[in-house]
Each structure stands twice: as structure tokens, then as C-alpha cells.
């Protein structure tokens, strides 16, 4: 089971949640496990498998979610 990587908008803490392809597609219900936020991001860097079924080529490791901050 994959393990994706989040980041809450508000407080910057990072969470990994476990879940298949299928409940992801489903849209996972991540909630901050510091402020209880649901606002959060997905963390993209720290896996190297791209499954963009849009073909994305702007993948420069920094996501539109990433927010400020991001790429050093
Ligand atoms: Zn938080």
C-alpha cells in the first residue's frame, strides 16, 4: 500500500497516510494530526513514480498545492 505524504496549510506539519490507489481517487479525508486542520496538501518529492494520467511537464517538483515556501 502506497504511502503518500501531506503537509497542512496551516501549520506546516507533515503526515503520511496510507491508502490504496482507489481510496485515493476517492479523495482522502486528511485531517492535521497537530491542529486538526483539513486543509492540507499533498507532498509531492519524496516519491519518484509519477501516475499523471494528464501528462504533465511541468513537473519540477514543486506542485500548485505546495504553497509558499516550497523548493528550498
Ligand atoms: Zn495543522
New binding site residues.
Given amino acids: 500500500m502506497p504511502v503518500y505524504e501531506y503537509v497542512?496549510?496551516?501549520?506546516?506539519?507533515r503526515t503520511e497516510v496510507r491508502a490504496t490507489f482507489a481510496e485515493k481517487e476517492k479523495g482522502l479525508k486528511v485531517v492535521?494530526?497537530?491542529?486538526?486542520?483539513k486543509?492540507m496538501a499533498q507532498v509531492f518529492g519524496t516519491f519518484m513514480t509519477i501516475r499523471s494520467s494528464n501528462g504533465g511537464s511541468n513537473l519540477s517538483g514543486c506542485g500548485p498545492l505546495s504553497g509558499p515556501g516550497c523548493c528550498g
Wanted: glycine share 8%.
Fill in positions: 497542512c496549510i496551516e501549520c506546516k506539519e492535521c494530526p497537530k491542529c486538526g486542520s486543509k
